[in-house]
């Protein structure tokens, strides 16, 4: 044994002692702050003889430890001290697993199981909370989340089809995943801050999760109650004003390399609509509650009609650009960003990463997007909205579209 094993060793003690100290606080039966490094040091050991003695060693050590679980189970339950959760016992078999994983060097591996047996530990309380407060919709949304992510995007074959090759089913369903994930994540966030949500946080919450749905529920919020008029105006343009970030999020998901060519006129817009609304907000910003969506955003019907759409801009892209010309690659922009701009910002984010776009067209049919998307949400503003949501939504929609223009033209 070397300094290199020692070191290893080191780690699988610590790891151990920190799974331990979390147990020895909740008091545990079965194994503490002495019996944690214990079998974090068993584990490692045997993994460390493995190849000079055979596989039997680990596998023995195993069955070993288990066996001293159960043993203590059985004693504890003669004495009527027994537990009727098997928590500690699994963390114990999963630290030993930990020891094993660092004589193969697999250090991340090792150091990221343990941190999460450490949070579930840690958490049991607030992860029980959440459990008690996820309504039934949501527990389908998480599930449909796991069919979308796990089970239906491996099944994708990984190939091109439909007319150009540009069609690879893969690639397509990753794009839902990561826009599924994105507006899951921001509506779990929105339900954690409950009653804190304001306006402020819902606009921002709202345009993560969808600016185009959250403007529709502010704006019929508006019509029911007046006196909300300006509070919904805020979280609109807010929403509106976040979805450039969420778009730059994208690109750097999906094409990281190109971000410093495609982000800075994308958050100069997203800069100049957030200082129309700071101005707003000061004039007459008030906090409001606003509910949380009625049904969470991964609905599996919606998941496959953005894919239909990100699939149908891909080819209209490829169509415009080798039967049309490429100055007709906006017009496709401004139709597809109508009702939703992650299809044209992912899929322009794909063609730059297979070389088949610049970067400067890319930022460019992005910010068309986004303008025609404001013009669509101004008319929801308009049909869906209380008349006095009207005046601001609309100018400072109007001063976004003159930004939006100027950059397009002007920007290097």
Do not use: C
């Given at each position: 044994?070397?300094?290199?094993?020692?070191?290893?060793?080191?780690?699988?003690?610590?790891?151990?002692?920190?799974?331990?100290?979390?147990?020895?606080?909740?008091?545990?039966?079965?194994?503490?702050?002495?019996?944690?490094?214990?079998?974090?040091?068993?584990?490692?050991?045997?993994?460390?003889?493995?190849?000079?003695?055979?596989?039997?060693?680990?596998?023995?050590?195993?069955?070993?430890?288990?066996?001293?679980?159960?043993?203590?189970?059985?004693?504890?339950?003669?004495?009527?001290?027994?537990?009727?959760?098997?928590?500690?016992?699994?963390?114990?078999?999963?630290?030993?697993?930990?020891?094993?994983?660092?004589?193969?060097?697999?250090?991340?591996?090792?150091?990221?199981?343990?941190?999460?047996?450490?949070?579930?530990?840690?958490?049991?309380?607030?992860?029980?909370?959440?459990?008690?407060?996820m309504k039934p919709a949501e527990m389908r949304a998480l599930a449909r989340l796991?069919?979308i992510g796990f089970v239906l995007f491996p099944a994708m074959p990984d190939r091109?089809?439909?007319?150009?090759?540009?069609?690879?089913?893969?690639?397509?369903?990753l794009m839902v995943v990561l826009i599924v994930g994105i507006s899951l994540g921001?509506?779990?966030?929105?339900?954690?801050?409950?009653?804190?949500?304001?306006?402020?946080?819902?606009?921002?919450?709202?345009?993560?999760?969808?600016?185009?749905?959250?403007?529709?529920?502010?704006?019929?919020?508006?019509?029911?109650?007046?006196?909300?008029?300006?509070?919904?105006?805020?979280?609109?343009?807010?929403?509106?004003?976040?979805?450039?970030?969420?778009?730059?999020?994208?690109?750097?998901?999906?094409?990281?390399?190109?971000?410093?060519?495609?982000?800075?006129?994308?958050?100069?817009?997203?800069?100049?609509?957030?200082?129309?609304?700071?101005?707003?907000?000061?004039?007459?910003?008030?906090?409001?509650?606003?509910?949380?969506?009625?049904?969470?955003?991964?609905?599996?019907?919606?998941?496959?009609?953005?894919?239909?759409?990100?699939?149908?801009?891909?080819?209209?892209?490829?169509?415009?650009?080798?039967?049309?010309?490429?100055?007709?690659?906006?017009?496709?922009?401004?139709?597809?960003?109508?009702?939703?701009?992650?299809?044209?910002?992912?899929?322009?984010?794909?063609?730059?990463?297979?070389?088949?776009?610049?970067?400067?067209?890319?930022?460019?049919?992005?910010?068309?997007?986004?303008?025609?998307?404001?013009?669509?949400?101004?008319?929801?503003?308009?049909?869906?909205?209380?008349?006095?949501?009207?005046?601001?939504?609309?100018?400072?929609?109007?001063?976004?579209?003159?930004?939006?223009?100027?950059?397009?033209?002007?920007?290097?």
């Amino acid at each position: 044994m070397g300094v290199h094993e020692i070191y290893q060793l080191a780690i699988a003690i610590g790891l151990g002692l920190m799974v331990g100290l979390e147990r020895e606080g909740k008091r545990s039966e079965i194994a503490g702050i002495r019996t944690f490094p214990m079998i974090t040091a068993f584990g490692f050991l045997a993994g460390i003889l493995a190849a000079p003695l055979g596989l039997w060693i680990p596998v023995g050590a195993l069955l070993v430890t288990a066996g001293f679980l159960f043993l203590g189970n059985a004693l504890l339950a003669q004495q009527g001290q027994a537990s009727p959760g098997m928590t500690s016992e699994y963390a114990a078999m999963i630290m030993f697993m930990v020891g094993l994983a660092l004589s193969q060097d697999w250090n991340a591996l090792a150091v990221v199981a343990s941190g999460v047996v450490l949070v579930l530990l840690q958490f049991k309380d607030p992860l029980r909370q959440l459990s008690e407060r996820m309504k039934p919709a949501e527990m389908r949304a998480l599930a449909r989340l796991v069919l979308i992510g796990f089970v239906l995007f491996p099944a994708m074959p990984d190939r091109q089809y439909g007319p150009y090759g540009v069609l690879n089913p893969r690639e397509i369903w990753l794009m839902v995943v990561l826009i599924v994930g994105i507006s899951l994540g921001a509506y779990v966030a929105y339900r954690l801050l409950g009653g804190r949500a304001g306006a402020l946080a819902g606009g921002i919450l709202g345009g993560l999760i969808s600016s185009t749905a959250s403007t529709i529920t502010f704006s019929r919020l508006t019509t029911k109650q007046g006196s909300l008029v300006p509070s919904a105006a805020v979280m609109i343009l807010l929403a509106s004003t976040v979805v450039f970030g969420r778009v730059v999020l994208e690109v750097a998901l999906v094409s990281p390399e190109h971000l410093a060519v495609v982000a800075p006129p994308l958050l100069a817009m997203m800069a100049g609509m957030a200082g129309l609304v700071y101005l707003l907000f000061r004039r007459k910003g008030e906090a409001m509650q606003v509910p949380a969506p009625v049904e969470p955003p991964s609905d599996l019907r919606s998941a496959v009609v953005f894919g239909a759409v990100y699939g149908l801009v891909l080819v209209a892209v490829a169509f415009t650009r080798r039967h049309v010309g490429e100055e007709w690659l906006y017009a496709v922009s401004a139709l597809s960003g109508l009702t939703d701009m992650d299809a044209i910002t992912l899929s322009s984010a794909q063609l730059v990463l297979k070389g088949e776009l610049s970067p400067d067209q890319a930022w460019r049919m992005i910010l068309v997007g986004g303008m025609s998307n404001l013009v669509f949400k101004a008319g929801i503003v308009m049909s869906a909205g209380h008349r006095a949501l009207r005046k601001p939504v609309l100018a400072t929609f109007g001063a976004a579209l003159a930004l939006g223009t100027l950059l397009f033209l002007l920007w290097p």
